[in-house]
Structure formats: C-alpha cells, structure tokens
C-alpha cells in the first residue's frame, strides 16, 4: 500500500502552535500531567491546489494534470503505477446527482494519471447504504463513462479482505479488513465531493474512505464504524490506509443536510493534494467552515496532516478568490457553531 | 422462466461450484458461506445437481461454529449474517436438520445493539424494536432481519416473539410513502430514499406475516421502478419481495434477460448476485415454485400448530 503522505516536519511555528506549545509548558510546569497529546506535536507542512473549473464539461484532465504537476507529482513518480480511485458513490435519486462524484472528474482523474504514465488506473467503491453497488454505478452516470473509457470498475462490498493492525487506535477496532485489491495497487486517490454532512459536518477525502471497508464485513450501513465512532473510525481508516492523493470535486457540492438530502451548491473548483487533512481544511475554508470545528479534522492536525492555514501552502487559487459559505443547519448539532469567523 | 435462461444461469453457477462443493464469490475464486448459501438456493431452485447441493450443504455445516452461526469467514465470527440464508439451504435436507436446529437457536438468542428512541432524536425509527444486525453488536437493519424471517418462517417459526418483534421492526422501517432503505426512515425531519433491493427483501420477509394494506406503498413503488432496474441484486430481490405477494412484471423474463446479458458491461457477476437474479426470475413465473420464499410452507405449518 506505499508509502505515507507527504508530511514534513518544519521548524515554521505558527501562532496556534507556539500558544499550544506554551499551554503545554505551562501545564507540565505546574506540574499536571495531562496533556493531549495533539497539543505537544510538531507542527507539519503540506501542500494543496484549488483550481477554478465552473463546468463539469470543461478541460478536467488537464486541469488536474497542471495541479498535479505544481504538487510536484510528476511522470517519474508515477510511472508504472498501479493507481485505484475511490470515488464518492453513496446512493442515487433523480434529483440529486450531487450527491455523487461526478463521473467527468473520474474520467478527467482517470487520463491525467493515464498521462502521467501510470501502468494502470482503476475505480472501486463499497457503498455504504445500497447492497447494489452496480445499481449505484449505472445510475450515478459513471458505468457509462468507464465503459466507453474500457476502464475497470471494482465493487469492493464483497471483495475477502486482509487486516491492517489499527494504527490510529482513536477507537477500539483492533485492527481494520480493507479489500485484498488494495494489495495490488501502488497509490489509492480519494477522489471526493464537496459536501456538508449531518453527523461530521462535512465530508470531504478524508470520510469518503469510509466506502473502501467492505460491506460483508462491516454491514449496509457500515454500523460496526458507527458504533465505535464515526470520527475514531474516519482517523483510523485514514491512519492505517495511508491514502496517496486526494482530489475534491467541487464544481457542484452539497449543503445543507448532506450528505444525501441536501441542496446542490456551485461553487465551481477541484482542490487537490498528497496530504488529505490539509486538502479537507482547504475545501472547510472555501465552504466557510471552520476546520478546527470538525472534530476529524482538529483532532487529525499535525498527525495525519496539517489543518493549521499558516501550514498550508496554497497553490492554485486563493481561498478568498472561491470562497462561497455553504448553508449549516443549525438543528443539526453536527454543523452547530462550525461558521469560519 | 425460458429454459435457457435457466440453463444458462445454471451453468453460470456451476462454474463456480469448486471441487468437493461449495460455491466461491466469482469464476476460479475460493469458497465462501454467502456465496455457497446462496448458490445452493438458487441451484436446488433450478434442479441442480444433488450431489453438488448435498457436498455444499455439508461444507455450510463445516463451517458452522459452536453455538451454531455462519459467518463470512472464520477471521470475522462477528460477520453472521450468513445464517439466515444456511438455514434456508439446509431446508428439507434431513441430514442437516440439527445443524439447522443449532442455527435458528443462534438467531432466536441473537439480537443486536438497540437503545431507547429519544423524543427529540435525529432518526425516527423506534431503535428499541429488535430484528437482526449484519454484523454482531450493530444496530438491526433491514435486509438481515427480513432474511431471518424469512428463514425463521420457513421453520415453522413464524409466531416466535422474536419474529413477531421483528415483523414490527420491519414495519417501523418502512418509509412513509412506501418502500425501504438499509434501515432508517427520517433523519432530521427528512424522509430519506427508498432502494428496491431492500423493499424486495422486506417485502419478501413478511409476506404472509402481515395484511397487504400495510404493505401496498412499498408494493406500488416496487411495481413502479422494477421494470427500470437492469443490475441483479436490485432486480433480484424486487422480482422476489413481488413474487411473495403474487405480483410480477408481465416482462419479468425479459428483465431478467437483459440483466443476465449485462455482464458484459458490468463484468462477471457475484454468486450471490447472480443467484439472486435467477430466483427472482423463476419466481416471476407462477408454474415455479421456490421453496426460498416459503411462504406456503410457513402456512402449511401455522395450521398445524
């Protein structure tokens, strides 16, 4: 399953952290002894790129592929790469193809990847509330696309699956049963939507990995990580896959009650990078949330990733330039008091 | 059912018969309970081959636990569902009659994770009612506890208090304006989207447990979209979750035609997709009869009870 994510240590201390640092130094001084460890970790750096693409029918691949490249992902890298995307399937309604990744970044994903000299590109999902993933390929648009792209699509709900002993260990799964596919590929890319969501108030790459742990093990929906926790199961998914690259579709995303029953929101980007925390924190900026508010995320800094924005080297776009405030609901204690101020 | 269809659905499973039995997820896969569990139904359903049937029913009793569950594999004892569907392929088979005991005492002493329904709760689903979880210490869904009934019914369990909760687990699932999902109705006020394969399953499970006036949303929304799905496990359980309730599409076969041949743009279908598809098929058609859906059998029984 490769290497980790690129994060870096840096000396660079931001604000957030010296204050953190000098909390911490307080609270040992006087002789507490307990302090979270998230408090006491280096800062990291990562990298991340917002591409403006305002319609689905525009240039993807080649937007991707200039995002790519200013990430440093070059052909030398991926070169004889074996590359499996993991779109965001979930379910579908007529209405509401916004709930899904759209096929067209599968398809832009899939040739920028191609061009970059990988040996092979797949797709594979396990969605969470349909036992028929094939009835959510077909309708989501997306067999359409990679049947005329001769593109191999894998319904991972019931491939036998090999266990990874649980390197978060934020909940109480010993170890995690991801698909024995996920031994013959190089680089798995969460290839995400950008939406709000009612329980970890958005989803974004680092939640749509929930879909690569099989069906037959973990159940339709897959309760066995809601029972131990959504947000210890997304840090431990996340810990113990060590996802390569992430791209978030963003050209139409999901407020409101996401992440099925919401509005669609134009907000028109892809945002991409290695490390899927500070992609997330990314995307939380442009949709106006604060991702120190969600819990994942905060609880992720400077473990998994950067969240901090002095941490996050942004190329691309500015936030200011694609920021558009998705609607919170404000029944929904998931998406309470998560407004970026 | 056309004979070929039949024949060539057959033929499918056969290949993925292994030597010594049991039935493996694809072509040239290795053994697994859901799989064997399924493939026996939908063989025996078509006339299979005795031996076959008999050698994998004995590979199901192999692989039973002490205290009489199934599960996906041995690495996994919490992943049980395949129960259900081990007890319904060893029904009728007087060798494995006690293995089939050991599994229905399972599923009559098993129930899930389930907690007071709170009144200002975000689902709205009474979480208290027990049916069956997929996986052990998880909440009850929708599509294994309609396959517990369905197999407790075959049983001659249908009065069981454990059923008869579970009846009405099924019911407080079912969406307002008809049909299933995986399990939950409304979440934050919103009533969320019903999925055939789970109305063809809950509708399977209860037939003959309760009134169809209950029922009539979720058969019209299934009459509505079965003539539009073209993928197996959708197909399947819709043509089934019908079947139970005397309905069927008057194009049922070619449905399930067209699906069959749609492996060649989805690739190769699973087992138990596949025998899913070629049950539901066969019983679409009234000249079948298919002893998965039972329900004659749980009649048979309640009168002598």
Known sequence: MGLPPDHRNTNGLTRRDLLRAAAAGLVIGTGLVFVPKRYLRLPQQAQTFVAKVNDYQLDIAGTLLRGMMELGVNREEVQGKRILLKPNLVETASESPHINTHPLVLRGAIEAFLRLGAATVMVAEGPGHRRDTLAVYEESGLADVLTEDRIKFHDINYITGFELPNAGRQSTMKTLTFPALFQEVDWIVSVAKMKTHHWTGATLSMKNLFGVMPGRYYGWPKNVLHKVGIQNSILDINATLKPHFAIVDGIIGMEGDGPIMGQPKQVGVLVMGRNLPAVDATCCRIMGIDPYKVSYLERADNWLGPISDRSIEQRGETIASVQTNFELIDTIPAQQGIRLT | ?305
């Open chain 2, 1 to 305: 059912m056309s004979l070929s269809l039949g024949t060539r659905g057959s033929a499918a499973l056969l290949r993925r018969a292994l030597p010594g039995g049991g039935f493996s997820g694809k072509a040239r896969g290795k053994f697994q309970t859901d799989s064997t569990a399924w493939g026996i139904l939908a063989l025996s359903a078509c006339g299979g081959p005795t031996e076959l049937l008999n050698q994998s029913r004995s590979l199901l009793m192999r692989e039973q636990l002490e205290d009489g569950r199934l599960c996906v594999d041995s690495t996994h004892p919490d992943s049980f569902w395949p129960t259900a569907l081990a007890i319904l392929a060893w029904q009728d088979s007087e060798p494995y009659r006690e293995a089939q005991q050991r599994a229905i005492r399972f599923l009559l002493d098993t129930t899930g994770f389930h907690f007071p329904r709170e009144s200002d709760g975000p689902s709205a689903h009474d979480s208290q009612l027990k049916g069956w979880p997929w996986v052990g210490e998880t909440h009850s869904w929708v599509e294994p506890t309609a396959t517990a009934i369905t197999a407790l019914r075959a049983t001659g369990h249908g009065h069981h208090d454990r059923v008869q909760e579970a009846v009405r687990m099924v019911l407080d699932r079912q969406l307002p304006h008809g049909g299933w999902n995986y399990g939950n109705t409304l979440v934050f006020g919103k009533e969320l989207h019903p999925m055939p394969e789970s109305t063809g399953a809950g509708l399977a499970g209860l037939a003959g447990l309760v009134g169809r006036d209950v029922v009539l949303p979720s058969l019209s929304y299934l009459q509505d979209k079965v003539t539009r799905l073209r993928t197996p496990i959708s197909l399947g359980w819709s043509l089934l979750g019908l079947a139970a309730w005397d309905l069927s599409p008057p194009n049922a076969e070619a449905l399930a035609e067209r699906c069959l041949a749609n492996q060649g743009r989805y690739g190769e279908y699973e087992t138990s997709a596949l025998s899913l598809l070629i049950l539901g098929a066969l019983a679409a058609d009234k000249n079948n009869h298919v002893p998965f859906l039972s329900i004659s059998a749980h009649h048979d029984r309640m009168s002598s009870e």
